[in-house]
């Protein structure tokens, strides 16, 4: 028997009422490790409860980014997550993870105390 093993997606989303400031593009900083702890807190809890929960390893924050030209409040977030793959399961089923978490985020509007914006949700695998 082959061992599982371990793959990624990447799971992109806005947050719109998280100001983005200039330390949260610096990983050293206080700012970027709590943002991100509570990122992927937020986001493990959320796909243990999905589909995917019984192979699901965890999410790490990898970015806090703002776009030129959107409001400051606004903050784009990229977060890579790991599951486990058994050689003869199924590739990950990125649609309907996506149409999980978007009803597990009430419409992609709210992810714990954080509001998001409904078009920003990508799940990549």
């Known amino acids: 028997t082959t061992a599982a093993a371990l793959e990624h997606f990447t799971v992109n989303f806005t947050i719109t009422n998280l100001p983005y400031t200039s330390d949260m593009d610096n990983p050293d900083s206080a700012k970027f490790r709590a943002t991100r702890r509570v990122m992927n807190t937020l986001l493990d809890r959320l796909l243990?409860?999905?589909?995917?929960?019984?192979?699901?390893?965890?999410?790490?924050?990898?970015?806090?980014?703002?776009?030129?030209?959107?409001?400051?409040?606004?903050?784009?977030?990229?977060?890579?997550?790991?599951?486990?793959?058994?050689?003869?399961?199924?590739?990950?089923?990125?649609?309907?993870?996506?149409?999980?978490?978007s009803n597990k985020t009430r419409g992609i509007t709210q992810l714990g105390p954080y509001s998001l914006h409904k078009d920003s949700l990508h799940v990549n695998g």
């Open 48 to 101: 243990k409860e999905s589909s995917i929960g019984p192979v699901f390893q965890g999410c790490e924050t990898t970015d806090f980014r703002y776009e030129p030209g959107s409001h400051r409040d606004e903050t784009q977030v990229d977060a890579v997550c790991t599951y486990s793959k058994e050689p003869s399961a199924e590739p990950l089923d990125r649609v309907g993870l996506y149409h999980q978490v």
